[in-house]
């Protein structure tokens, strides 16, 4: 069953539950109205009785005419009785004593008494006359009530069974309403095909939990999205940056073996070959590097990353690689918690990604003083490095971070484009941000922004 008629029906039944106990409230409610007001009328009914009987003698001919023609105005199966103190009927020519001694005692000791026989309704009053003392008893069945409240339940089902039916369908509508933007990222989400993962769901005004599925797929996406470009870029790049060291290898061998050379010949071709065997070593450690990072991605570890004790530790491992004192570590600003420098992602990834971007930055400045920033408070953590060297030119600033590009004005330099691209991979996997500000041929500064 789809979530909006699952949801009509929830809201259709407990409605018509409320619905039923309120009305359950008013028919009783209704009825002890009816019972009460009945209640009343017989008490009349008795008082009117004993003006009949008892005092008849004591008014003037019209009020008893008066009294008689109300009192000729007889209730459904009305029995009316009157007890002298021996609990004998008197008055009315109907001998039948119809009600017990006990309840007449009952009364007379209670003075005034309502109570209920089956579907009667009775009441009982303690009359005090010059006649005598006596009790009266007046007893009914409120047909007309219960037609009144018979009639009032038929009104209550039907209203409780076209409210319901309303209320499905209103319910339903609002429910096809609430829910049609899941049903369009639903419609997106069929759009995504393994071939291409660039396509985003809309993630409308992202106050919703229909925003947040959708800002969490999106997010999947991305993660699948980098994934297989990692994948395919290994894939597609292995054979071509390895066939052209090899290709060349294999043609300053062949050359050399044709004829003979001078000694100085062959140092030359020598020296090409191990330059292209250097060349190769470092493509072969870059393609593994590039498969090591791919499979801590794919299944990365999640832990919390003191990222100042990170800092530190590349700190000792540059210094005493490049040279003391050309790493330098420079605090701006710390929260007073530790656990605000704490960042949720994978140690050796995060390694790897700012080892390259130091690396780059001592190759390509010939050495020179790196300088890293750290500034965190309490929902940012901001890394910059920065360096003296030949610089990005501005129309290559966001090529650098695609597989195997490098820059034109770093041909020179040995490498073959791999670090940068593994390092916007995997800042993005930790939801940061990377970018670069460069004047070439002065400095080159790499902003990473993580936001807890």
């Not at 076209?162 to 990222?185: H, N, Y």
């Not at 294999?250 to 020296?271: D, P």
């Not at 130091?358 to 940012?380: H, M, P, T, W």
Request: proline fraction near 2%.
């Amino acid at each position: 069953m789809k979530i909006k008629n699952r949801l009509s029906l929830y809201f259709t039944a407990i409605s018509a539950i409320v619905l039923l106990m309120v009305q359950v409230v008013i028919c009783i409610a209704f009825n002890s109205l009816i019972r009460s007001n009945f209640y009343d009328q017989l008490m009349d009914r008795a008082n009117v009785a004993a003006k009949l009987y008892l005092e008849a003698d004591e008014i003037s001919p019209d009020s008893l005419s008066h009294v008689k023609e109300h009192y000729l105005q007889s209730l459904h199966n009305e029995v009316i009785r009157l007890y002298d103190e021996k609990n004998i009927a008197s008055f009315i020519k109907d001998k039948n004593q119809f009600w017990a001694g006990p309840i007449i005692d009952n009364v007379r000791k209670n003075k005034q008494l309502e109570f209920t026989e089956g579907n009667r309704q009775t009441v009982g009053i303690y009359y005090n006359d010059n006649q005598g003392n006596f009790v009266i008893l007046v007893s009914a069945v409120d047909a007309l009530g219960a037609k009144r409240l018979q009639d009032l339940i038929k009104t209550m089902a039907i209203l409780l069974v076209c409210v319901t039916a309303g209320l499905f369908l209103i319910s339903r509508w609002f429910a096809q309403k609430t829910l049609e933007p899941l049903d369009k990222v639903i419609g997106q989400m069929r759009l995504v095909r393994a071939g291409d993962l660039s396509l985003r769901v809309d993630e409308g005004n992202g106050k919703d939990e229909i925003s947040a599925l959708a800002h969490n797929f999106n997010r999947l996406l991305a993660h699948l999205q980098n994934t297989f470009e990692m994948q395919q870029t290994f894939v597609a790049n292995a054979s071509h940056e390895l066939r052209t060291p090899i290709t060349t290898i294999i043609g300053e061998i062949e050359l050399a073996l044709n004829k003979l050379h001078t000694h100085t010949e062959y140092q030359e071709s020598f020296r090409s070959v191990l330059a292209d065997a250097e060349r190769l070593n470092e493509t072969i450690n870059s393609l593994l590097e590039l498969a090591n990072a791919d499979m801590d991605y794919t299944q990365p570890a999640y832990k919390p990353v003191a990222v100042d004790e990170l800092i530190w530790e590349l700190n000792d491992y540059w210094n005493e690689k490049a040279g003391k004192g050309l790493f330098s570590v420079n605090i701006i600003q710390l929260p007073e918690e530790q656990e605000k420098l704490q960042l949720l992602a994978n140690k050796s990834l995060l390694t790897i990604a700012l080892n390259n971007i130091i690396g780059n930055a001592f190759k390509f400045s010939k050495n020179k003083r790196v300088q890293c920033d750290l500034y965190a408070d309490d929902e940012n953590i901001i890394i910059k490095i920065i360096d003296e060297g030949v610089g990005i030119l501005p129309d290559e600033l966001e090529k650098v971070f695609e597989s195997f590009y490098r820059g034109t004005n770093v041909k020179s330099f040995q490498g073959n484009g791999v670090g940068l691209y593994v390092t916007g991979k995997i800042v993005h996997l930790f939801n940061g941000t990377i970018k670069i500000e460069s004047v070439p041929n002065d400095h080159t500064t790499f902003t990473i922004k993580f936001s807890r």
